[in-house]
């Protein structure tokens, strides 16, 4: 199989958009598009032109505003309707309006859909997916037949299903695609159905697979094991329900696993922050256990671990995260041993070899901090700061002289309640500085008093903006008395460099407060700000 070549279709501004709490502007379409032709797709399916009117928007200002390096367009449609010729249907010229060098056509594969959702006999069927099918092509367009619904409609009358493909090879349909539109398949369902379909086609054959039996990538590679040389997906696995196959580990799986070309370009090595910067553009927060791109794809945290991946990192990686353009972390935790804290230590810049002392005092802080209820695995500033902590060195940019906070609440309107904090500080030496704060809550109160109290000493902490909070109680069975953990994101709005902190105590307020200041102090040392 080495220098086969397998098309990659993404489909992420059409199926993927349908996901739960998706919803695509114009803009963001047009942004996601041009990063998929710089991951290295072949084909981007932009949508449906003539039936949402977003698409057709879109569209019309691809074809003016957008050149690809390495993918084409295609436009997604129906077969004609029944009774009328592909020619006089106005969604088929709709898809010829759109003027996309590619058309796929969905199409009734199973003789159930044909005859009880749109209405019409199997063989008008047929004739609706072969005429329309001639018609685009006659006019200059590649078609692409996805059959929807293939595999469910194989297993009820496996006859029929493969007549709906070859009306579409005789109509001169360029890939028949096979979808596992429910997505129940397994791999040897694939596998057996796959082979039946190939010996009886010319044609060359693609894979549309859904994840809900959660085997949508390992249907994908069982398909082109079988002789498909055309996949479908999503990025990220977007789509409705559990998703489309992630097209970026199918691509992975099928460079790296498998010595096939899948992606124009240098494009894998960018997968991961491609990957990311689509999260962006959907709002959709990237999962951090994604193959091969994911924040924990190549994360290790055991201590046995940790030790041998110091002598050949490949002992515990199934490949080399640079090949998709992740890195390797290291999770520091109470599972930690102190090779975990050196080369979690080189990673963040500091070199401990050979400092055994040390690394026992950080290796035992960890632990020790760790069962009081703080985590490091998601908190790498923290575990900076504690880093510099120990080796010295530290800059000292304040000292807390105290700190508190008083909510007031009607008791006409509980909801309506008013936090004020104070903070004093001290700075350079004996500045006093004593500032009031205010928020819709102690929190809020606590974070305005505390930047208050900073901003005029130092003013980069105006671009430090806190983006994430999550609170964890962590022995709940202790009730109101229950250890609280607080995690926070900050991004440096300048250099858009993100970290997270975390914060312990006895109560929100408190763990807070710690968490908050961290993230400040953290900031300060990445900007290299001098204390004064």
């Known amino acids: 199989m080495a220098d086969l070549t397998v098309e990659i279709y993404d489909t992420t501004l059409r199926d993927g958009a349908q996901q739960e709490g998706m919803n695509l502007s114009v803009a963001d379409k047009m942004a996601i598009a041009a990063l998929l032709d710089e991951l290295g797709v072949g084909v981007i399916e932009g949508g449906w032109p003539g039936a949402v009117p977003k698409d057709t928007e879109f569209f019309a200002l691809v074809n003016k505003e957008l050149t690809f390096a390495h993918a084409q367009f295609a436009a997604f449609g129906m077969t004609r309707r029944g009774g009328t010729t592909a020619a006089n249907d106005p969604q088929v010229r709709a898809l010829l309006d759109s003027e996309a060098p590619i058309v796929t056509l969905v199409a009734k594969s199973d003789i159930r859909h044909a005859e009880r959702a749109l209405r019409v006999s199997g063989d008008e069927n047929l004739r609706m997916i072969e005429e329309t099918v001639a018609f685009l092509v006659d006019e200059g367009r590649r078609v692409i037949l996805d059959a929807e619904h293939f595999f469910d409609g194989y297993r009820f ?239 000292s940019y304040w000292t807390v002289e105290s700190w508190k906070v008083n909510v007031a609440s009607a008791p006409s309107d ?78 440096d709005t300048e250099t858009g460099i993100s970290w997270r902190t975390v914060g312990v105590g006895p109560n929100i307020i408190e763990a807070s407060w710690e968490a908050l200041t961290d993230a400040l102090l953290y900031g300060l040392l990445k900007a290299n700000v001098a204390p004064h």
């Open 157 to 395: 009358d496996g006859d029929y299903a493969v007549k709906a493909l070859l009306a579409a090879q005789a109509g001169g349909a360029s890939a028949l695609v096979l979808c596992d539109t429910n997505g129940g398949m397994l791999p040897d369902d694939v596998t057996r159905i796959v082979t039946d379909v190939a010996s009886r086609t010319d044609c060359a054959l693609g894979m549309h697979a859904h994840n809900d039996s959660g085997c949508a990538v390992a249907n994908t590679m069982a398909a082109v094991a079988t002789g498909v040389t055309h996949v479908q997906g999503c990025v990220n696995g977007y789509g409705e329900r559990t998703g489309n196959a992630d097209l970026i580990a199918v691509a992975a799986n099928l460079e790296i696993k498998r010595g096939m070309i899948a992606l124009e370009g240098d494009g894998l090595r960018e997968s991961t922050r491609i990957a990311h910067a689509i999260s962006e553009i959907t709002n959709i927060a990237p999962f951090p256990r994604q193959p091969y791109v994911g924040a924990s794809a190549f994360a290790h945290k055991a201590g046995l671990h940790a030790s041998a991946i110091k002598v050949d990192p490949d002992l515990y990686q199934h490949t080399d995260p640079s090949r998709v353009g992740n890195d390797m972390r290291m999770l520091v935790s109470e599972m930690a041993g102190r090779a975990s804290v050196e080369l979690k230590g080189k990673e963040l810049g500091f070199d401990l070899a050979g400092q055994s002392e040390l690394l026992g005092r950080v290796t035992d802080r960890v632990k020790n901090a760790e069962a009081a209820g703080y985590t490091f695995d998601a908190a790498d500033a923290s575990f900076d700061l504690l880093l510099r902590s120990e080796i010295g060195g530290m800059p």
């Open 414 to 491: 509980p909801t309506d309640a008013d936090a004020e904090a104070v903070v004093k500080l001290r700075m350079g030496g004996d500045r006093r500085v004593t500032t009031v704060g205010e928020g819709n809550g102690p929190v809020n109160a606590l974070d305005h008093a505390l930047r208050g109290a900073l901003t005029s000493v130092y003013p980069e902490i105006e671009r430090f903006e806190l983006t994430d909070f999550k609170v964890r109680i962590m022995d709940a069975s202790h009730g109101t008395d229950a250890v609280t953990r607080v995690l926070i994101t900050t991004v």
